[in-house]
């Protein structure tokens, strides 16, 4: 594929982008490509750098190396108002003393269109958010999450080839957040537009995108389908950041074994560490099998149940498997699982760790 | 606006823009420094003579006196001012006793007017012919008596203003912990009270030093036959025209002032690091005998600056003090005793309502540009410095680097020297910190996105400036206004080097007409600047209720 080619694949196209505040890099040589029509979330811890790479994408904070292509054009030195995007941001920047539809309509007014046009559009926003009432109100005196949604209906106005949002929900409270998460993706399905959202929430971006961009301390860990991320973690940051996951200590053994303490693992890929190397084996706790295992199940162990701790839809069980030097392993079994198998604290029971769902990494990291 | 038609990108815009206020700032501030500095190294002729002028300076015996005579006055004044702001301010603060807000007005009243009407109000009282010449016990009040006391009703709410902000900071929780231990009252108070207000106090005393040691009307006035620096620069350089030794007694003024500066910008930011995010604000509860005696307190000082401005009001119309008390409106009729009448308050309605339009339009959109461009950091950082170097420049000293600089035969600009417009440059340049920080502490407070919002939806920054950011601002910028008005109405002490023969000034006025012995037309001319100066903070309140109530309906929530 050409250089050509790769651009007009991709929508936003990031080369090499670094930018640093005094001597702290905060971004360190990002690559990215973002097809058109994608949602796409910038995961990661606070601080690594997702806001800092959204807005040098705005053009809002400039970078201080790199490239960046939006819609096959470089804007690499343009400023923001060249640039062919929509932003909402965490406190969602409302004008407090305009109305709601002078807020939206804010950006159309510049544009020179007859005033029927404007309010026409205005109120077509105004519905498609589900605030068709509210234009007369001022933002004070809507809630936090009407608030969000004048903010996005803002951002659409001007009907923007790019939707960049950062941390929208994260003011909002637990039970609003989840409504408004599945609206904001059918709208976006809806309108097409190509979306970036940042947040530090793994379940919202598990949740919402099509693709994931995990950062850790200014650089990409690893981009991929939410599946991909959660089943595939390309690095045991990865693995940590999303969803839960234990580490073990261990030995490679073999191509596609490794040994921790005295229990011999199978593991479904390749270690890519020579025999005799110290790695981290990680498996998640909800992949550990307990019901029906086979005899002939790979690594299967016998195991006690040691804590139980009730979770609501599962429990979160540590189990030692009665080996001799082995160690304590989280296994997550479901309340249905509980009930029909009478899981009690004290049972020895047959359990196994599918190899396909074991990864290795170097034991460096983590 | 056109920019846009003109085929200018925004960063142009700003840029242009930026570079404008710092060239003004530059021109109204940094140049009138500059060559005052310069002068006070030049002889007559204008010849570079190193420090020469420093040298005759220290060898002339009068001048030395009158060095020792400010530091003395000013001294004294500091020593007697800030015990009692500090208690004053401690009962608006840290009491339950009734009256308080009536309280806090009266002791702002001498801001209202210009300082030598706390001298004139002396005069009226322990003058020759005062009603209480008697007290004096034979001693003059003329001369360091009389300074040391308008001094201090002058200064009395600049301290009281610090001390109230510094103890109403104070954290909460303290006090509390330290009931609950039981500590007693007076250990609370210095163990503390008494610490948590230190900063305050340390700035409260070198502001009230400086603006004492810096103030020309009082020793004007009240000062007879004592010389100190302030008066001793009026008569270098509008005496004997020697501005060289103009200068050096400017430059020996800006000590203290600029020591002030440094010394108040290191106690904000330990006032601040004190005060912790959580701290809390403390509620006083009710005790008795403690909110009494500082009720008995308040109410003595209070009146006391009350009844003495109250004199000098009452004096002005009056016939002939003592003698004939009965009431007249002789004495505003001004033409009898000073040739401009009239004039000189239309001036300086002028002046003032010139001040505060121009300088608030100025300050606010150079704040504006200072605080939330992006591009030009460089230049934005200049000109804040600039913005905040008058604060550490006496208004005295200002007015003879304007004299200087604008009265220079090779500056194309001298043909203003005389104008009310150099006049109005001086003032808002004269207080242009305190407005600088009022806009940008309002400025801080609205979201900084607005402008990242506005770009984003290819809406140019000064559309969102006149449509957002100055109606959101609208308390801050009346505050502007009105400070500036009511400082340009008050002003003497730079002003009084720059005004021409019809450009000539009421608080000018004032001293002209006190020279001439016409006490009463003085007072009467200080009675109506207060009553304009109170008239437009009335105004002001007003029109915050309005501004507040039905034209920002959207602040209600
Ligand atoms: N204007 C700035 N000046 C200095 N450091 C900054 C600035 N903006 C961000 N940083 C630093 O850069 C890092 C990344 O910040 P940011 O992109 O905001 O993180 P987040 O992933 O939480 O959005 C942080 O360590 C932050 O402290
Ligand atoms: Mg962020």
Redesign the interface.
Same mark, same amino acid.
């Given at each position: 594929m050409t250089v050509a080619d790769t651009i007009a694949s991709s929508f936003l196209r990031v080369r090499g982008l670094g930018k640093s505040f005094g001597g702290f890099r905060a971004l360190k040589d990002v690559d990215l490509d973002v097809s058109r029509g994608e949602f796409v979330c910038f995961l990661g811890p606070s601080g690594c750098g997702k806001t800092t790479l959204l807005r040098a994408i705005a053009g809002l904070d400039p970078q201080d190396e790199g490239t960046i292509h939006i819609g096959g054009r470089d804007v690499s030195k343009a400023p923001p108002s060249e640039r062919d995007f929509g932003i909402v941001f965490q406190s969602y920047a409302l004008f407090p003393n305009l109305t709601v539809a002078k807020n939206v309509g804010y950006g159309l007014v510049n544009r020179s269109r007859p005033r029927r046009e404007i309010d026409a559009r205005v109120a077509e926003l105004l519905a498609l958010v589900g605030l068709a009432e509210q234009g007369a109100k001022f933002p004070g005196q809507l809630s936090g999450g009407q608030q969000q949604r004048v903010a996005l209906a803002r951002a659409l106005a001007t009907s923007p080839g790019l939707l960049l949002l950062d941390e929208p929900l994260s003011a909002l409270d637990a039970k609003v957040r989840v409504r408004l998460r599945d609206e904001m993706r059918a709208l976006q399905q809806r309108l097409g537009v190509t979306t970036i959202m940042v947040t530090h929430d793994q379940e919202e971006a598990l949740a919402m995108a099509d693709r994931i961009v995990v950062m850790n301390h200014g650089v990409i860990e690893q981009v991929g389908t939410p599946e991909e991320i959660y089943r595939r973690p390309a690095t045991a940051f990865v693995a940590d950041f999303v969803g839960h996951m234990t580490f073990l200590d261990a030995i490679v053994t073999g191509p596609r074994s490794v040994k921790v303490g005295a229990l011999d693992f199978i593991v479904a890929e390749d270690a890519g560490a020579p025999v005799g190397s110290k790695v981290k084996l990680a498996l998640r706790p909800e992949a550990v099998q307990t019901r029906a295992v086979a005899a002939d199940a790979a690594n299967r162990f016998d195991a006690r149940v040691g804590d139980l701790a009730f979770l609501g839809a599962f429990c979160r069980a540590q189990l030692a498997p009665v080996e001799p030097g082995a160690p304590v392993i989280a296994a997550d079994i479901s309340a249905n699982a509980m009930r029909d198998l009478g899981v009690a604290t004290g049972d020895v029971r047959p359990v196994a760790f599918p190899p396909e769902a074991l990864r290795v990494f170097a034991a460096a990291a983590s | 606006m056109g920019f846009r038609r003109a085929g200018l990108? #925004? /960063?142009q815009v700003a840029g242009a823009l930026i570079t404008v206020v710092c060239l003004v700032l530059v021109l109204i501030i940094a140049l009138p420094l500059w060559t005052l500095l310069s002068k006070s190294v030049q002889n007559v002729d204008g010849q570079f003579v190193g420090l020469a002028n420093f040298a005759a300076y220290v060898r002339s015996p009068t001048l030395v006196a009158s060095l020792a005579n400010s530091v003395m006055v000013a001294g004294l004044a500091t020593a007697i001012v800030i015990p009692l702001a500090f208690v004053y301010a401690y009962a608006l603060t840290r009491s339950r006793m009734p009256l308080k807000g009536l309280f806090a007005a009266a002791a702002l009243l001498p801001i209202f007017a210009p300082s030598l009407m706390a001298a004139l109000a002396l005069i009226y009282v322990f003058g020759n012919q005062g009603i209480l010449k008697s007290w004096m016990m034979g001693a003059s009040l003329y001369g360091p008596v009389g300074i040391v006391a308008a001094e201090a009703l002058y200064s009395f709410p600049h301290a009281l203003l610090i001390l109230t902000t510094a103890l109403s900071l104070a954290d909460g929780r303290l006090r509390e912990a330290a009931d609950a231990l039981g500590t007693t009252r007076r250990r609370i108070f210095w163990t503390i009270t008494l610490p948590g207000a230190r900063y305050g106090l340390v700035s409260a005393a070198f502001v009230v030093f400086t603006l004492v040691i810096t103030d020309f009307g009082v020793p004007k006035v009240i000062g007879g036959q004592f010389d100190v620096l302030a008066t001793d620069a009026y008569r270098q350089v509008v005496g004997q025209q020697n501005f060289p030794m103009g200068a050096v007694v400017g430059l020996v003024l800006l000590i203290p002032a600029v020591a002030a500066f440094f010394v108040d910008r290191r106690a904000q930011k330990r006032q601040t690091a004190l005060l912790s995010a959580r701290a809390t604000p403390y509620f006083p509860k009710r005790d008795r005998q403690r909110d009494w005696s500082l009720f008995v307190f308040t109410a003595l000082v209070g009146s006391a600056i009350v009844a003495t401005y109250g004199v000098a009001v009452w004096g002005s119309f009056v016939r002939y003090w003592p003698y004939n008390l009965s009431l007249t409106l002789n004495n505003y009729d001004f033409a009898n005793v000073e040739p401009t009448g009239w004039e000189g308050y239309v001036n300086s309605l002028k002046l003032a309502g010139l001040t505060a339009v121009i300088g608030t339009a100025f300050v606010f959109v150079g704040a504006y540009l200072i605080e939330k461009l992006?591009v030009f950091p460089r230049l934005r950082g200049f000109a804040h410095f600039l913005a905040m170097l008058p604060m550490a420049v006496p208004g005295l000293v200002l007015g003879l680097g304007y004299v200087f600089f604008f009265n220079a035969s090779w500056n194309p600009l001298n043909v203003l020297y005389g104008t009310l417009i150099v006049m109005v440059i001086n003032t808002v340049a004269h207080y242009y910190t305190v407005a600088h920080i009022t806009a940008l502490t309002s400025l801080k407070q609205i979201?900084r #996105?607005?402008e /990242? +919002? !506005? /770009? !984003?939806?290819?809406?140019?920054f000064w &559309?969102t400036f006149s =449509? +957002?950011t100055a109606?959101?601002c609208m308390p801050a910028i009346l505050d502007i206004a009105v400070y500036l008005f009511v400082n340009a109405m008050t002003t003497v002490s730079a002003v009084i080097f720059l005004y021409g023969s019809s450009t000539k000034l009421a608080s000018i006025a004032i001293v002209h007409m006190d020279e001439a012995g016409a006490v009463a037309s003085a007072a009467a001319m200080g009675t109506v600047i207060m009553a304009t100066a109170i008239g437009v903070k009335l105004l002001h309140v007003a029109l915050n209720a309005l501004v507040f109530g039905r034209l920002? &309906?959207? &602040?209600? =929530?």
């Open positions: - | 990108g #925004e /960063a992006i979201d #996105e607005f /990242a +919002v !506005s /770009a !984003s939806l290819k809406v140019p &559309r =449509r +957002v109606p959101i920002q &309906r959207w &602040r209600v =929530r």
